[in-house]
């Protein structure tokens, strides 16, 4: 999940630098992801035993690439492009919310105090992380829209209701074998709406940085970072999961001190600290399953003790 956050983390500046010429559009970027990353899967998938995959599971894979892969980055590579990447960057601070409150009615996880303070203390460092770079101030006063932010709020809650509701579907098969299926489900729905403009693009006048980017969401952001999300999705909770989430706005602040564009500042550190700090109440907090064994421990003991009592006064 760290590994699949920070690559996402880059995803929204180098997704604007491929989107500011104009040439390649939200949509077209988008069908380039899905395209991609469905080519490598299938490839990928070539190198492990084949799995049978049953009718009403595919159905499942279907509506699960819906949630993923379609709405997700349609939602958000969209969102970017009328919004600033600060603003973007700061409302995926609200999918480890939507995670929670999904779990809680979906699959009954308890709302734990431990939670609920992790995910404000994770929120918290990651908007002060954010709104103390003096780059992103800039960026969100020249380049911000009301739609934007609203088709970004929309991604993190489809990946979130993803997250949470198709975890036995991806745990009960190989990764490459969920993915492919995924993937090829995505290109299959979102082709009719893209062929005519991919077929458009100037493929020719493309620069050089331009073709690295698109490489880099295709093959890092999209395949690789879906390849880790499976796995983590396997063995960490829906919440858990959906913490990590915070890890992007760092490797963001990181990498901009990096190339001299910002500051780590002491206050970033302590945002850093507060983020990671959250994270790490919350992979902590109780589950279902250990707060229900601990109310049976609790009642197996008041039996024990009422049974003792009963035996005592007969004697």
């Known amino acids: 999940m760290l590994g699949a956050n920070s690559a996402w983390g880059l995803l929204s500046p180098i997704a604007k630098i491929v989107m500011l010429g104009g040439v390649i559009t939200p949509l077209v970027l988008t069908e380039l992801r899905i395209a991609g990353a469905m080519l490598l899967f299938w490839a990928a998938s070539c190198c492990v035993p084949r799995e049978h995959v049953p009718h009403q599971d595919l159905l499942r894979f279907f509506f699960a690439s819906l949630f ?10 969209f969102g970017v492009g009328l919004t600033s990447p600060a603003d973007a960057s700061i409302l995926t601070t609200s999918m480890p919310l939507w995670a929670m409150i999904l779990a809680a009615l979906l699959l009954k996880e308890p709302v734990t105090a431990k939670k609920i303070i992790g995910i404000a203390l994770g929120a918290g460092g990651a ?11 800039q960026t969100m006063i020249v380049k911000s829209g009301v739609w ?15 997250v949470v509701r198709f975890k036995d579907l ?14 090829t489900f995505a290109f299959i729905c979102s082709m009719p709406f893209s062929a005519i403009r991919l077929s458009k693009v100037p493929w020719g006048t493309l620069t050089t940085e331009t073709g690295l980017a698109i490489l880099y969401v295709v093959a890092v952001a999209t395949f690789g970072a879906y390849v880790l999300i499976a796995i983590g999705q396997r063995h960490l909770r829906p919440t858990v999961v ?7 706005p760092v490797v963001a602040s990181l990498v901009a001190a ?7 500042t002491p206050l970033k550190l302590m945002a850093v600290v507060m983020i990671f700090a959250g ?6 907090s109780r589950t279902r399953r250990e707060i229900e064994a601990y109310h049976q421990a609790q009642q197996a003991a008041a039996d024990s003790a009422e049974q003792d009592n009963k035996k005592a006064a007969e004697r």
């Open 148 to 162: 934007g932010d609203i088709l970004v709020t929309c991604a993190q809650l489809s990946f979130a209701f993803y």
């Open 127 to 137: 908007l002060l992380l954010i709104v103390s770079s003096q780059q992103v101030q």
């Open 279 to 284: 994270v790490y109440l919350v992979t902590h």
């Open 68 to 77: 993923a892969i379609m709405f997700n980055q349609g939602a958000f590579l």
């Open 242 to 248: 959906a913490m990590y989430n915070y890890v992007q």
């Open 170 to 183: 991806i745990a009960r098969y190989s990764l490459f074998t969920s993915m492919k299926w995924m993937f």
């Open 258 to 264: 990096y190339l001299g564009l910002d500051r780590f």
